[in-house]
Structure formats: structure tokens, C-alpha cells
């Protein structure tokens, strides 16, 4: 089957569960979740993008062309549309006829100026921090039958789990790094402290002051401080710690 056919839809929630976790960035699976929906409501012709909701900022973190971004930033300038409206309220968005909306008359002129003539955005529920939006635009108006829309609800309340579970994943593994990264740093600055404490006889509050001391004068990261100290022990270069510059 060609990359670019129309698949069924037991298919593309078949390629949904295949996404495996850590194999790829979190903005790569969201590219291939937009070109799966928009392979799945083929032959109807139709770009599609995905917008997450955290708090009041609104990203759109994978679209299937320039034009959908463009479309969901004309809706983030406003601060309002049907992409922001799905993701908030958590219900489906239709727009049947750009020519005829009234409800966002500044996002329907931007859209009908740029061949895009309806659209539907349905929610995509992630998790109680962050939501989203699963958004498809056609150059047609009245493209969405009932049957369209059913059918990327369906694929829409697959997709949020992929997203939810893509989000957490890249959530959790960032806070691991910051964790990591913050036990380093604390080690690096004991192991400073315990190096200036033994060759000045001082405490560790007089230890820690004197690191920042030479942090300060030298224009250097506390933790850089420490470490280029503990570096510097470590390979024997330095001597017994009696100034105040690294």
C-alpha cells in the first residue's frame, strides 16, 4: 500500500499501537499521527494538524503542511477558534461552510482566503494539565459527513491515548534528566566543599561561602566552579585550596 493511499481504519489504529515509546521524539510520532488521520478520512482531501492546550499557551506540535499551521497560529494571534474551543471544551468542532461562520468571523476570513472552506477539530483528551485538538481543513465546503466525523472521532480517541502516552513519556524522561542533572550538580558542590573544608580548616557554611565567592569573581556557574575544583584534585594538578579563584 502506498504511503500515500487511504487506509482503513482498523489499519491506522493498528499503526497506533505500534508506536513504541522511546524509540522516537516525541514531535516525530506527532508528525506520524497527523499523516496516519489524514491517510485515514482519504479521499476526502484534507490537511490536518495537532494543537496542545497547557494552560493559556497553545503550540502546534505536528501538522501535515504549512497551510494547517498557518491556520491554527491565525487562532492562537485571536485567541480563539474552533481548534481552541475543541481542546478546551473537550466536544467536536465543525465549521460546515467558512463563508457562513459567525462565530469566529476573523479566523473564517483568513481561512476562506486561503482555499480553505470547512473544518472539524475534535478533542483530544491527554491529560488534566494539557489537551488538545486534532484539526483537519478542506478546500471544500460541507466536506464532513456525519460518517467523516464519526469516523475521526474514532481515530481522534485513539490518537489522545498515543499523544497522552507519547507526552508522559518525554515528561517523565525530561524530569528524570532535570534530576539527574540536579544530583550532579549537589555532588559536585559537596565534594568542593569537603576539598576547600580540608585544606582551610573551615566549616561547611564558610566552605560553600567561599565557592560562591569564586563563582562570583570569576563569572562561572557555581556547579562549573565545584566541578573544575574537583577536576582539578582529581587529577592531582592542584594544590592545597588557599585563594579565592579557581
Not at 499501537?17 to 489524514?38: K, N, T
Not at 479521499?43 to 506540535?61: E, F, H, K
Not at 569537603?194 to 560562591?212: P, Q, S, V
Amino acid at each position: 500500500m502506498s504511503s500515500q493511499g487511504s487506509i482503513e481504519a482498523k489499519d491506522a489504529f493498528a499503526q497506533l499501537s505500534s508506536i513504541v515509546l522511546g524509540d522516537e521524539p516525541l514531535p516525530a510520532i506527532l508528525e506520524r499521527l497527523v499523516r496516519i488521520a489524514r491517510q485515514v478520512l482519504l479521499p476526502l482531501d484534507v490537511q490536518a494538524s495537532i494543537t496542545l492546550l497547557s494552560g493559556d499557551d497553545a503550540t502546534t506540535v505536528a501538522s501535515t503542511d504549512d497551510l494547517a499551521l498557518a491556520l491554527d497560529e491565525r487562532q492562537y494571534d485571536d485567541e480563539r477558534g474552533p481548534c481552541l474551543d475543541a481542546a478546551a471544551a473537550g466536544e467536536p468542532v465543525l465549521i460546515a461552510d467558512m463563508c457562513q461562520e459567525a462565530r469566529w468571523p476573523r479566523f473564517a476570513s483568513s481561512a476562506t482566503a486561503a482555499g480553505v472552506l470547512s473544518s472539524l477539530s475534535m478533542p483530544l483528551p491527554i491529560q488534566r494539565q494539557v489537551t488538545g485538538a486534532l484539526n483537519f481543513y478542506a478546500v471544500v465546503p460541507n466536506a464532513f459527513s456525519d460518517e467523516t466525523i464519526e469516523l475521526a472521532e474514532m481515530f481522534a480517541t485513539h490518537a489522545a491515548v498515543a499523544v497522552g502516552n507519547a507526552h508522559l513519556y518525554e515528561t517523565t524522561a525530561a524530569r528524570a534528566e532535570q534530576m539527574k542533572q540536579a544530583m550532579a550538580t549537589r555532588a559536585a558542590i559537596e565534594q568542593a566543599k569537603g576539598i576547600i573544608m580540608r585544606d582551610r580548616g573551615c566549616t561547611a557554611d564558610e566552605a560553600f561561602d567561599e565557592l560562591a565567592l569564586m563563582s562570583q569573581q570569576s563569572h562561572t556557574k557555581l556547579r562549573d566552579v565545584a566541578q573544575k575544583l574537583v577536576d582539578e584534585v582529581s587529577r592531582g594538578s592542584r594544590g592545597p585550596h588557599r585563594g579565592t579563584t579557581p
